[in-house]
């Protein structure tokens, strides 16, 4: 199984560019999550999608938007890239929503320039 | 004030010293996560739990529910612990995770 997958590994973008980080999960988790790591702060949640065919706002929303595809897959998606937006984005994903333990992709560091 | 906030931010012991690391939190709560992030940036879940004490291999999790306190315990530390480790809670009245800034330890040979 390879678990939580998440892509592009590394972006850079300029101000005002979009983009789609995708994220798919094989363990046929109900819940997925959004977070970006900033240094100096802990994982901060941006949406998160507690079943298929629900998504939610988590703490910092502002200038993303996300999809969930089906069960499986969970993009977020950077309408307006700003340098703000500069961070490490991970996916993750559980059984059951915060139930569960969370497994996590491996993570994509964006430079929006 | 951070509603997670862990200690020391940054350890370093020599290799098979016991290790602890802390984490409080101010908020009342249903579950807390220990997670490792590899050097590489790759996050794994170590432990969740609600109360008592967890342990798998050389690592032990214990939590204080009423002391709103939980440590992290490594035995017999060796260089491949060398990671952060991250604290994070499930408050009783929400829906989210709100995640410590993470203790860095180095584990020297």
């Known amino acids: 199984n390879a678990g939580v997958t998440q892509t592009p590994k590394f972006q850079v973008l300029k101000t005002g560019q979009s983009m789609t980080l995708q994220c798919a999960q094989d363990?046929?988790?109900?819940?997925m999550y959004w977070y970006r790591q900033d240094p100096g702060m802990g994982l901060r949640l941006i949406y998160y999608?507690?079943?298929?065919?629900?998504?939610d706002k988590g703490e910092v929303p502002n200038g993303y938007n996300v999809s969930r595809l089906n069960k499986r897959e969970f993009s977020l998606r950077l309408e307006s890239a700003a340098p703000s937006q500069t961070s490490v984005y991970f996916c993750?994903?559980?059984?059951?929503?915060?139930?569960?333990?969370?497994?996590f992709g491996n993570g994509t560091r964006l430079t929006v320039t | 004030k951070n509603e997670v906030e862990q200690s020391p931010q940054n350890l370093t012991a020599q290799e098979g010293e016991f290790i602890t690391i802390n984490c409080s939190y101010s908020v009342g709560i249903s579950a807390l996560h220990w997670l490792q992030q590899h050097p590489g940036g790759g996050i794994v879940s170590l432990f969740m739990l609600s109360s008592g004490k967890k342990k798998h291999g050389r690592l032990i999790a214990t939590i204080n529910i009423q002391e709103k306190h939980s440590s992290l315990h490594i035995t017999a530390s060796h260089p491949r612990d060398s990671a952060v480790y991250i604290c994070?809670?499930?408050?009783?009245?929400?829906?989210?995770?709100?995640f410590g800034e993470g203790t860095q330890l180095t584990v020297n040979p």
């Open positions: 994070a809670v499930r408050e009783t009245s929400g829906s989210r995770l709100t």
């Open positions: 993750a994903s559980s059984v059951r929503e915060l139930r569960s333990p969370l497994h």
């Open positions: 999608s507690a079943s298929e065919g629900t998504t």
């Open positions: 363990m046929n988790h109900n819940s």
